[in-house]
């Protein structure tokens, strides 16, 4: 019997038409590499899926389109009109089972004004609670221009999801082409979970950091996976080298340390992280009160998440069974302004 009812957020679909997407990402980024099987994963919501959450006591399941989704189409016109397409479909099935499931927006982000737009959208006319977007949009030729969101330009977009009040969910990419070429190519385990999303990621928030997109946007809501995508562990030297030596030379647009952005706009959650020791750490740098459970399904088990959460001795982890219950589901519903 599963000890905490959850909410659980970092979790993947994808559309029946882009199997064959499926299928390449599952030799890369799953346990058994069977590509069929994980594509039929993606694709099954109501039955698979549906099944482990009672078994392992997930009371709400958020989806989103699952990477690289939108982020790998270099051209305009096919991202705005995919990413319609999945956040379209997306909403059918959750009209299926809407006290089930919910759903994080798949963007285009190649026109900033074009994915504010589409999420404004998607949340008042779908009724979806924020969006999901892996890493920076690939565009120019062959793909290799990397589009980051930390630029003047994206202003408009982010005071959007600011005044929409909804949570952005910062995820990861796979390099390709170029990057891939040059730097992992010769070392491709380490790409995805082991080292490369991790890298991806951090940049892209901590340049946003630096860039002063939390300060335009104070109350910007943003989120990343995987316990934090390594930053926590290593706060104090960002936040030394990035106060300490950098912002006196001129070199940071920030106002705060980035501990302060952690504390105000930044939560992280357990995705593909099941590790107790990691939790207490990551609670103690950041405050318990910015974690939030997840599984990251199909690309972890259900069984492996839930029955690792559902195992920690609370009080010997330090935490208070209300702190527990915070994580477990309470925090998620605080975040994306869940009525359920």
């Not at 051209?75 to 956040?87: F, G």
């Not at 609670?129 to 990397?146: C, K, M």
């Amino acid at each position: 019997m599963p000890k905490y009812s959850k909410i659980i957020l970092e979790e993947a679909f994808n559309l029946p038409e882009w199997a064959e997407m499926s299928k390449y990402q599952a030799a890369l980024f799953t346990v058994d590499g069977d590509g069929d099987k994980h594509a039929q994963k993606l694709v099954d919501i109501h039955d698979i899926r549906l099944k482990k959450m009672d078994e392992q006591g997930v009371e709400f399941n958020i989806l989103s389109l699952t990477a690289p989704g939108i982020q790998v189409f270099d051209d305009v016109a096919e991202a705005e009109k995919n990413a319609t397409l999945s956040n379209d479909w997306l909403s059918a099935q959750i009209k299926l089972n809407p006290k089930r499931f919910g759903g994080l927006a798949a963007l285009s982000m190649h026109n900033p004004q074009q994915a504010a737009d589409e999420l404004t959208r998607c949340v008042k006319e779908l009724g979806f609670l924020g969006a999901l977007v892996n890493d920076n949009q690939r565009s120019g030729p062959g793909g290799d221009t990397p589009i980051f969101y930390d630029g003047p330009e994206w202003d408009c977009f982010w005071k959007t999801v600011e005044e929409l009040n909804v949570p952005f969910y910062l995820h990861p990419l796979a390099p390709k082409g170029d990057q891939f070429d040059k730097y992992w190519a010769k070392r491709s385990c380490l790409v995805g979970p082991v080292m490369s999303f991790a890298n991806g990621v951090s940049a892209h928030l901590l340049g946003m950091i630096v860039n002063g997109v939390f300060d335009r946007f104070p109350k910007l809501k943003v989120i990343i996976g995987h316990m934090g995508e390594k930053i926590p562990i290593d706060l104090w030297r960002i936040d030394h080298w990035l106060n300490d030596v950098h912002k006196p030379r001129g070199a940071t647009k920030m106002k705060l340390r980035v501990r302060e952005y952690f504390a105000r706009n930044i939560w992280v959650t357990t995705s593909g992280d099941f590790n107790t020791n990691v939790l207490k750490y990551v609670a103690s740098e950041i405050g318990v009160d910015r974690i939030m459970f997840s599984v990251d399904y199909p690309y972890e088990t259900f069984e492996l998440a839930c029955e690792w959460f559902d195992g920690i001795d609370a009080k010997e982890a330090g935490f208070t069974e209300e702190e527990m219950q915070s994580i477990a589901r309470g925090k998620a519903i605080e975040v994306l302004n869940l009525k359920l």
